[in-house]
């Protein structure tokens, strides 16, 4: 049977391109985005106006900028997630216990979305915040949910944004990725070592309800901390215990 293609609309297309490269230039000029997005300036323009118009965009003297009312639809977006509003109070626990960071994520569109962090006291800085993105194979709480979504969900995310390395550590060959996702089923937790970023680990665990996983909680630190018995031990026990705390929090709320 012949699969159709998704009917898209071409102008939506080119605004949302336009947006994002906004985000990705930390804002912009016509000029300038004409250039990144290869795009006539007329029709760079006349997107920005319509854009200025219904408040999503900013402009100073000749520059662009996204504006805050995407801020508005993200937590909207966030808060729509009953998980969103039940598991800080958990991580923030973690985070104080640990001293490092902890972590919620969930899945959409096959990307892992961090929807929250605390910081502990000895936390490293890095490169996460609300709404930030990355591929699920790269991290522990990624893996953490491919472990428990259905067999075919998995095998479509991977067909639809592969297996890119992001450090030397990512695993990026589809049968040792399954195999591993079998092991994080049996073992009840994930580990990321240098996966994403090369020297931080991570461990995270799945927070399953009814069978369908919502996310995944984790704690991420250097290498140098996050080692031996409290990496392979300890530290997989504290986050399979928050991520439990929260599944029965989830269940019952």
Avoid: W
Wanted: glycine share 6%; hydrophobic share 35%.
């Amino acid at each position: 049977m012949e699969t159709r293609k998704p009917v898209t609309v071409g102008a939506t297309e080119t605004s949302l391109r336009i947006i994002d490269a906004l985000r990705t230039l930390d804002g912009a000029g016509v000029t300038d985005l004409a250039e990144h997005l290869e795009l006539p300036k007329s029709t760079v323009h006349n997107h920005l106006q319509t854009l200025r118009r219904n408040e999503y965009v900013t402009k100073q003297d000749s520059q662009y900028a996204v504006g805050l009312r995407f801020l508005q639809l993200g937590e909207y977006a966030r808060d729509r997630r009953q998980i969103a509003t039940i598991a800080p109070p958990e991580i923030d626990k973690l985070a104080e216990e640990t001293r490092e960071m902890a972590n919620l994520l969930v899945e959409e569109h096959g990307r892992g979305v961090f929807l929250y962090r605390a910081k502990g006291a000895d936390a490293v800085h890095m490169d996460t915040h609300a709404g930030k993105r990355v591929h699920l194979h790269t991290t522990g709480f990624g893996k953490a949910i491919l472990a428990h979504l259905p067999e075919e969900r998995v095998e479509r995310i991977l067909d639809r944004h592969g297996l890119p390395a992001v450090t030397p550590s990512t695993i990026t060959d589809r049968e040792r990725l399954l195999a591993e996702l079998e092991t994080v089923r049996e073992r009840g937790f994930a580990y990321d070592d240098e996966e994403r970023l090369e020297g931080l680990r991570c461990v995270a665990a799945p927070i399953v309800v009814d069978g369908d996983v919502l996310g995944a909680v984790s704690v991420s630190g250097p290498r140098s901390r996050i080692r031996d018995e409290y990496y392979r031990e300890e530290l997989p026990s504290l986050v399979m215990s928050t991520a439990n705390v929260i599944e029965i929090n989830s269940t019952y709320a």
